[in-house]
T-cell receptor, first 114, second 114 residues
């Protein structure tokens, strides 16, 4: 069973700090990696995609991918209370002739305290 | 911007009723997905479709069926609703071109079966 694992949290950080969210995956041939943010009662919203090793920055968000170690992380700089949400990691599943599905982690709950 | 819409935000049905959940996307995406999300269980794939009239079972298809007669529309059908199908139902779509497979979600339908 190919899996995506995240710490459930809650991860609590003070306002203005860096929040670091981590995700590991078991399928070595996965190629596409995604971070979604989900506010309570709302649907997931795509915030970052990353496809190659290294860092990808978008505003206050940085995604980091290390395929050799099979982990992907999300850093949120200058955390704001509005960043308080559950962050879902998703990985593109290859194989079996169908690589359109994503495998989802259970999410990490982030609380940013004013 | 991709827009995915779902027919209802909240729905209350009785046990045994046939329930239709509709999803429409406006970005000409090939792939469409139906998930349910329950606390502690994360996102679970019910069915997906990669083309008109094409469908594949996800991880939990029992008790559900789907229909995709037009590219933009994907319907989820609960043949005989049961209380264990009370959940948040999320529709998503993605584009295969370029191999990105980013999924975009509708707002969700919270279904209660009594």
């Amino acid at each position: 069973q190919k899996e995506v694992e995240q710490n459930s949290g809650p991860l609590s950080v003070p306002e203005g700090a860096i929040a670091s969210l981590n995700c590991t995956y078991s399928d070595r041939v996965s190629q596409s990696f995604f971070w979604y943010r989900q506010y309570s009662g709302k649907s997931p919203e795509l915030i970052m995609s990353i496809y190659s090793n290294g860092d990808k920055e978008d505003g206050r968000f940085t995604a980091q991918l290390n395929k050799a170690s099979q982990y992907v992380s999300l850093l949120i700089r200058d955390s704001q209370p509005s960043d308080s949400a559950t962050y879902l990691c998703a990985v593109n599943q290859l194989g079996a002739g169908n690589n359109r599905k994503l495998i989802w982690g259970l999410g990490t709950s982030l609380a940013v305290n004013p | 911007d991709v827009k995915v819409t779902q027919s209802s935000r909240y729905l209350v049905k009785r046990t045994g009723e046939k329930v239709f959940l509709e999803c429409v996307q406006d970005m000409d995406h090939e792939n469409m997905f139906w998930y349910r999300q329950d606390p502690g269980l994360g996102l679970r794939l019910i069915y997906f479709s990669y083309d008109v009239k094409m469908k594949e079972k996800g991880d939990i298809p029992e008790g559900y069926s789907v229909s995709r007669e037009k590219k933009e529309r994907f319907s989820l059908i609960l043949e005989s609703a049961s209380t264990n199908q009370t959940s948040m139902y999320l529709c998503a779509s993605s584009l295969s071109l370029g191999g990105s497979y980013e999924q975009y979600f509708g707002p969700g339908t919270r279904l209660t079966v009594t």
